[in-house]
């Protein structure tokens, strides 16, 4: 069974930093042939994009609200993924969630995304 475990959300003040991290397990193929994503859903919004890794190791990608503050890196012989958070606004606060595709793109839509992990709560007060 492939998992996709979340952990390292949290509450934090604005301005405020977090890091999130993501362990893949029971994946088919070597973990370091995926793309790993990162989205977020506030309640009632859409998921939306939020930073993506290709598994070729090329740069990273980022949706423009967190380009700048959010850094996006793979440790491909721990299987895990980081999102470190810096700079945290209330408008970050939603669930995270962790994504894994084997198309060999870095994509910022949920449909070319394979495997999700459950999510982990990050709230950033005012």
């Known amino acids: 069974q492939v998992q996709l475990v979340e952990s390292g959300g949290g509450l934090v003040q604005a301005g405020g930093s977090l890091r999130l991290s993501c362990a893949a397990s029971?994946?088919?193929?070597?973990?370091?042939?995926?793309?790993m994503g990162w989205f977020r859903q506030a309640p009632g919004k859409e998921r939306t994009f939020v930073a993506a890794?290709?598994?070729?190791?090329?740069?990273?990608s980022y949706a423009g609200s967190v380009k700048g503050r959010f850094t996006l890196s793979r440790d491909n012989a721990k299987n895990t993924v980081y999102l470190q958070m810096n700079s945290l606004k209330p408008e970050d606060t939603a669930v995270y969630y962790c994504?894994?595709?084997?198309?060999?793109?870095?994509?910022?839509?949920?449909?070319?995304?394979?495997?999700w992990g459950q999510g982990t709560q990050v709230t950033v007060s005012s």
């Open positions: 890794i290709s598994w070729s190791g090329g740069t990273p």
């Open positions: 029971g994946l088919p193929y070597r973990f370091s042939t995926y793309t």
């Open positions: 994504a894994a595709n084997q198309r060999g793109v870095v994509a910022g839509t949920t449909n070319m995304y394979d495997y």
